[in-house]
């Protein structure tokens, strides 16, 4: 069993950055794909990033590519996204995720665990 729970969402405004944080619980972290999700109002949960096991993989949707960052902490049993020059289109409730997967997945079905989201909202 995986327990995650994310952090770090607010306000901020078109341009600015914010780091999400997903604290896991669970001695086998380090084994798990991590993956961020979005969910927009109205809108299907769209896969953001992902990071291998070893954290040497990582995966991208074409949308934040060159903006955000995944990166994780096995010590601390964290994964992070840095978001850099937010859109309003980035406004989402963003979710941790973990995957008992051999590599990088990218599709919600291979999730197994999931947070309970953090709102992020980006104003114009």
């Known amino acids: 069993q995986v327990q995650l729970v994310e952090s770090g969402g607010g306000l901020v405004q078109a341009g600015g950055s914010l780091r999400l944080s997903c604290a896991a619980s669970?001695?086998?972290?380090?084994?798990?794909?991590m993956g961020w999700f979005r969910q927009a109002p109205g809108k299907e949960r769209e896969f953001v990033a992902a990071?291998?096991?070893?954290?040497?993989?990582?995966y991208y949707a074409d949308s934040v590519k060159g903006r955000f960052t995944i990166s994780r902490d096995s010590a601390k049993n964290t994964v992070y996204l840095q978001m850099n020059s937010l859109k309003p289109e980035d406004t989402a409730v963003y979710y941790c995720?973990?995957?008992?997967?051999?590599?990088?997945?990218?599709?919600?079905?291979?999730?197994?665990?999931w947070g309970q989201g953090t709102q992020v909202t980006v104003s114009s």
């Open positions: 995720a973990a995957a008992g997967a051999s590599r990088v997945v990218t599709t919600r079905s291979n999730y197994d665990y």
């Open positions: 669970g001695r086998t972290f380090s084994r798990y794909v």
């Open positions: 990071i291998s096991w070893s954290g040497f993989s990582t």
